[in-house]
């Protein structure tokens, strides 16, 4: 899966000239945590929520109401939004920019076409995605079990499932306890839970979990 796939559009911009008041109200109302600053239809900055507050004053401040919306006024984008934007393409591979994000630290990055944003992907639109890898919305029997990570374990697993007519509405794969095997959790319809588990036990290391879910 791609990044042009997943991102949201049209994107919301702001201007390097614009009060963070007004953005921060702007923020409010798209209900959105962070957007691109464009000037004159390039790219130059990216401001989020978080950048924003931390310009704002204190709650605790003794200033009056009128103080504070002067002073707030005052208070361009420009001087809080990050310079260095990192980015991505349309064509980036979802999970590279989940990396991107998770080693720096970020909730966003702006997507590209040629020298123009053409969406932004968050880490919202990532939650969305697990949701779906994981069959979070689906009822379901939701297994996690250890496997041997070698070739063909994971086709017996399935295997077996699908024989005894069981439909596999989700599957994910992740790093096991020990470096020779791999915790692989599924969600199956079809089949009680003593159905599966009667499938699969022989074929697997062992059974962490099974329910069923909804």
Same mark, same amino acid.
């Not at 945590?33 to 464009?38: A, C, G, K």
């Not at 204190?58 to 990050?82: G, H, R």
């Not at 596999?168 to 096991?176: E, V």
């Not at 020990?178 to 588990?197: I, S």
């Given at each position: 899966?791609?990044?042009?796939?997943?991102?949201?559009?049209?994107?919301?911009?702001?201007?390097?000239?614009?009060?963070?008041?007004?953005?921060?109200?702007?923020?409010?109302?798209?209900?959105?945590?962070?957007? !691109?600053?464009?000037?004159?239809?390039?790219?130059?900055?990216?401001?989020?929520?978080?950048?924003?507050?931390?310009?704002?004053?204190?709650?605790?401040?003794?200033?009056?109401?009128?103080?504070?919306?002067?002073?707030?006024?005052?208070?361009?984008?420009?001087? =809080?939004?990050?310079?260095?934007?990192?980015? =991505?393409?349309?064509?980036?591979?979802?999970?590279?920019?989940?990396?991107?994000?998770?080693?720096?630290?970020?909730?966003?990055?702006?997507?590209?076409?040629?020298?123009?944003?053409?969406?932004?992907?968050?880490?919202?639109?990532?939650?969305?995605?697990?949701?779906?890898?994981?069959?979070?919305?689906?009822?379901?029997?939701?297994?996690?079990?250890?496997?041997?990570?070698? !070739?063909?374990?994971?086709?017996?697993?399935?295997?077996?499932?699908?024989?005894?007519?069981?439909?596999?509405?989700?599957?994910?794969?992740?790093?096991?306890?020990?470096?020779?095997?791999?915790? =692989?959790?599924?969600? =199956?319809?079809?089949?009680?839970?003593?159905?599966?588990?009667?499938?699969?036990?022989?074929?697997?290391e062992k059974i962490l979990d099974i329910r069923?879910?909804?």
């Open positions: 899966m791609l990044v042009g796939e997943r991102m949201s559009y049209p994107v919301i911009s702001i201007s390097p000239d614009m009060p963070i008041i007004d953005v921060l109200n702007l923020m409010k109302r798209e209900r959105i945590r962070r957007t !691109p600053v464009i000037r004159d239809g390039k790219l130059v900055g990216i401001v989020s929520d978080k950048d924003l507050l931390n310009a704002s004053p204190s709650p605790a401040t003794s200033l009056s109401i009128w103080e504070l919306n002067y002073l707030l006024s005052k208070i361009k984008v420009s001087d =809080v939004m990050t310079k260095k934007v990192l980015t =991505v393409t349309e064509d980036t591979p979802i999970e590279e920019a989940a990396r991107i994000m998770a080693d720096n630290k970020i909730g966003g990055l702006p997507v590209m076409r040629a020298d123009q944003v053409v969406g932004i992907i968050t880490e919202t639109d990532l939650f969305k995605m697990f949701l779906e890898l994981m069959g979070a919305r689906e009822a379901g029997v939701r297994t996690t079990v250890l496997v041997l990570d070698q !070739p063909g374990q994971l086709a017996k697993l399935t295997g077996a499932i699908a024989r005894q007519g069981g439909n596999i509405i989700a599957f994910s794969q992740f790093t096991g306890k020990d470096p020779w095997n791999r915790q =692989v959790t599924l969600k =199956v319809t079809g089949l009680t839970e003593e159905q599966v588990r009667s499938e699969i036990e022989s074929l697997v069923s879910s909804s």
